[in-house]
């Protein structure tokens, strides 16, 4: 098998990667460092030159220390898909995959695709090395399309080690700032263009993309799936110092001094005894106003899962309708239409879970596209929007749930058993690709619907209205954040789970 070299002048190095055969020739470099950490909590350093040496990316590089998290749960993937171990490593998680059509084969600077992964900024959700998301069938399809482009996945800081303990906040974003800016100055050099990339993320990637264009740098594009910043808002220091405190008690507990002196065994072990499955941006001046800061950038392609809720079902589904009924109590004026409205009655404990599940899908996803398309759209920004109906392909009992549009987007996992399945990965493909390329992926007028039964197609707004809760999103927008966010930390904090 032929073995790709990329002699990049910038950086001063011969990158050595792998080339793998979809019917096309990809390329990937894989394990690349764009940053060293100096010290635990400490903000990264660029790394700008490699000193004239060869490097070896043909293997992937070490993710940041984490709890295990076996994605097929959620995901419902057989249990037989082997997912291999991956390397982790505090110091050395760094790094990034490049996956690109032969350099050779360029007709010119390509359009850039940035990912950023999701898992609740505690793991690595579904990595490219876990085959889940692997880029590879995206840039085949788009050499094959005759629009060929460059995807890069950025691995970063998560958990504990993101988060600090106190000194610097939200180290995630401050890393993935720098691998941004590392594929700005350096992209070229691997056949793409620097001012053509488009910034996208799943979930608590989605977040991080919103975050960067509030806050640059400038991408021309974004593509934000199942998640914006009203998902997980920058939460007030004060909060962030509770969590602090108590892990600092726990690793104590656990025979160590300190989060900043324990062993990373220890870290991770306290994670998991104080149940930490989520955590969230920290409140910093850059991120202050966010809501009606600009997001800079050109054109937003915007959507959501069916059921994007599933994450909070198994801690949901705990409370008894009693709780889930008084959680509406705390707003006097707007407490019991909400509660009617989502069908929640206190001796009703069936209703009252799935009406919780509902009231939180439209609160964290359905309603956020719609507020943030009307920003965008008032900014003169083009706005692309979509819904995924397409039920999970193993299991079509669990709906078209969270992040089941990852299985569609990367087919990592042979889905060809399900034709349906099959098709709208295709079609998901095929418009990202246009989308990335400059193309309008569908008529901004209309959204388009990727499933049910494998059928995608644009519609319009009476038939999205058959799909989501738009009429309910009407109500919460009137009743405002400050009526119903109390309600939705109620019902859903410390319940989230990737193991539904």
């Not at 220390?65 to 082997?82: G, K, M």
């Not at 920004?381 to 079509?396: A, G, H, L």
């Not at 087919?411 to 295709?426: E, H, M, R, T």
């Not at 008529?443 to 009476?462: H, M, Q, Y």
Request: with cysteine; aromatic share 8%.
């Amino acid at each position: 098998m032929t073995t790709p070299q990329i002699q990049h002048l910038a950086l001063n190095a011969t990158f050595k990667g792998i080339q793998r055969d979809q019917n096309v020739p990809v390329q990937q470099f894989l394990g690349i460092k764009y940053a060293s950490v100096p010290a635990r909590f400490e903000k990264a350093e660029p790394v700008r030159q490699f000193n004239g040496a060869v490097v070896d990316a043909s293997k992937y590089g070490p993710i940041c220390p984490q709890p295990d998290v076996d994605v097929r749960h959620l995901l419902r993937i057989p249990e037989d898909f082997v997912i291999a171990p991956e390397a982790v490593d505090e110091f050395e998680c760094l790094n990034l995959e490049i996956t690109c059509p032969p350099k050779s084969d360029a007709t010119g600077p390509l359009p850039v695709l940035v990912w950023i992964h999701g898992g609740s900024q505690i793991v690595t959700f579904c990595s490219a090395a876990s085959k889940i998301c692997d880029p590879t069938k995206i840039v085949a399809d788009s050499i094959k399309a005759g629009k060929p482009i460059i995807f890069v996945s950025i691995n970063y800081r998560l958990n504990i080690f993101s988060f600090g303990d106190g000194k610097e906040k939200n180290l995630a974003l401050k890393d993935q700032r720098l691998g941004i800016e590392w594929v700005r100055q350096n992209i070229a050099g691997f056949g793409g263009d620097p001012e053509n990339i488009t910034l996208s993320g799943e979930s608590a990637g989605a977040i991080y993309t919103h975050a960067h264009l509030i806050t640059g740098p400038p991408v021309k594009r974004a593509i934000m799936a199942s998640g914006t910043l009203y998902l997980s808002s920058p939460l007030p220091v004060e909060k962030g110092d509770g969590l602090i405190k108590v892990l600092e008690a726990k690793v104590r507990e656990l025979g160590q001094t300190s989060l900043r002196e324990s062993s990373v065994a220890v870290l991770v072990q306290a994670l998991k005894e104080c149940n930490v499955n989520t955590m969230w941006i920290q409140e910093e001046p850059e991120l202050a106003g966010w809501e009606t800061k600009p997001e800079q950038v050109e054109e937003v392609m915007i959507g959501d899962v069916e059921y994007e809720s599933v994450i909070w079902r198994n801690g949901v589904e705990q409370l008894d309708g009693e709780t889930i009924a008084a959680a509406f109590d705390s707003d006097k004026q707007w407490g019991t239409q909400l509660r009617k409205m989502y069908h929640v009655v206190g001796d009703r404990p069936t209703a009252a879970k799935l009406g919780a599940l509902d009231l939180v899908n439209d609160i964290r996803y359905t309603l956020p596209v719609e507020v943030v398309t009307d920003k965008l759209r008032a900014a003169g920004k083009r706005v692309f929007r979509y819904v995924i109906d397409q039920s999970n392909p193993w299991q079509p009992s669990s709906r078209a749930h969270h992040a089941v549009d990852l299985l569609f987007l990367f087919d990592g996992v042979d889905l060809s058993f399900n034709p349906a399945a099959s098709a709208v990965g295709k079609e998901m493909r095929e418009r990202w690709i246009r989308f990335v390329s400059g193309d309008g992926p569908w008529s901004a007028d209309l959204r388009f619907a990727f499933g049910p039964v494998g059928e995608c197609k644009e519609i319009d707004e009476s038939q999205v209205a058959a799909r989501r809760r738009l009429e309910h999103c009407k109500v919460l927008k009137e009743a405002g954040p400050g009526a119903y966010m109390p309600i939705a930390f109620a019902l859903t904090a410390g319940r989230i789970s990737l193991l539904n």
